[in-house]
């Protein structure tokens, strides 16, 4: 029984130092990464490689708990090749990731919430050998909707997240495509 008592005593303790910043705090991490996006519904495309750049409060509530919010430009789309064409849908959002940080270890976050965003451009790109050409999309939903799923690590207030972003909301009007998206970024936090 000491035993038991014991083990359980350590891990309490053990369990008061996961958070890499005090209760009750508050910071900003200005971010930037990459994206690697593709959509659903599509045969036979390769991801849209793009950027990701904002910042994200986060709110340290408990040893092991903190919530973020924050606001990303963020490129995504698809591309795909027919022939000796290659078409590039380019579709740029704000998103704006509301996410509970679950802290297992000092440092280290496991991530989930939901991700509103907003069209800002959606343009497809098509080349064919010497020639190109750009057109609007008219028919992209303002609105998308995401499940940002991951972890991130925090070294010295630097943070290394990587998400996945599954999407939950028609890209087009008339498809069934959704963006799904890598997004690998590097931080750093202040302390506010």
Do not use: C, W
């Not at 045969?43 to 903190?66: H, K, M």
């Not at 959002?93 to 509103?116: D, F, H, M």
């Not at 790109?125 to 020639?131: D, F």
């Amino acid at each position: 029984m000491k035993k038991l008592f014991f083990v359980a005593s350590m891990m309490m303790l053990s369990l008061g130092a996961f958070a890499q910043h005090e209760v009750g705090t508050l910071t900003l991490q200005p971010k930037v990464g990459v994206n690697i996006a593709n959509m659903s519904e599509t045969d036979n495309a390769d991801p849209r490689i793009g950027f990701a750049v904002g910042g994200e409060f986060e709110y340290q509530a408990t040893n092991f708990l903190s919530l973020s919010a924050g606001m990303l430009y963020s490129q995504q789309g698809v591309k795909y090749e027919v022939g000796n064409i290659t078409s590039t849908i380019k579709a740029d959002y704000i998103n704006i990731p509301v996410v509970a940080n679950i802290y297992v270890v000092k440092g280290l976050a496991l991530k989930v919430g939901v991700q509103p965003g907003f069209n800002v451009s959606s343009k497809l790109k098509v080349s064919s050998g010497s020639t190109s050409g750009s057109t609007d999309v008219d028919n992209t939903n303002s609105f998308d909707f995401a499940i940002p799923v991951g972890l991130s690590y925090e070294y010295d207030n630097f943070v290394i997240d990587g998400r996945y972003n599954i999407g939950m909301t028609k890209a087009f009007d008339g498809s069934d495509s959704k963006h799904n998206v890598f997004q690998f970024t590097l931080g750093y936090k202040f302390a506010l």
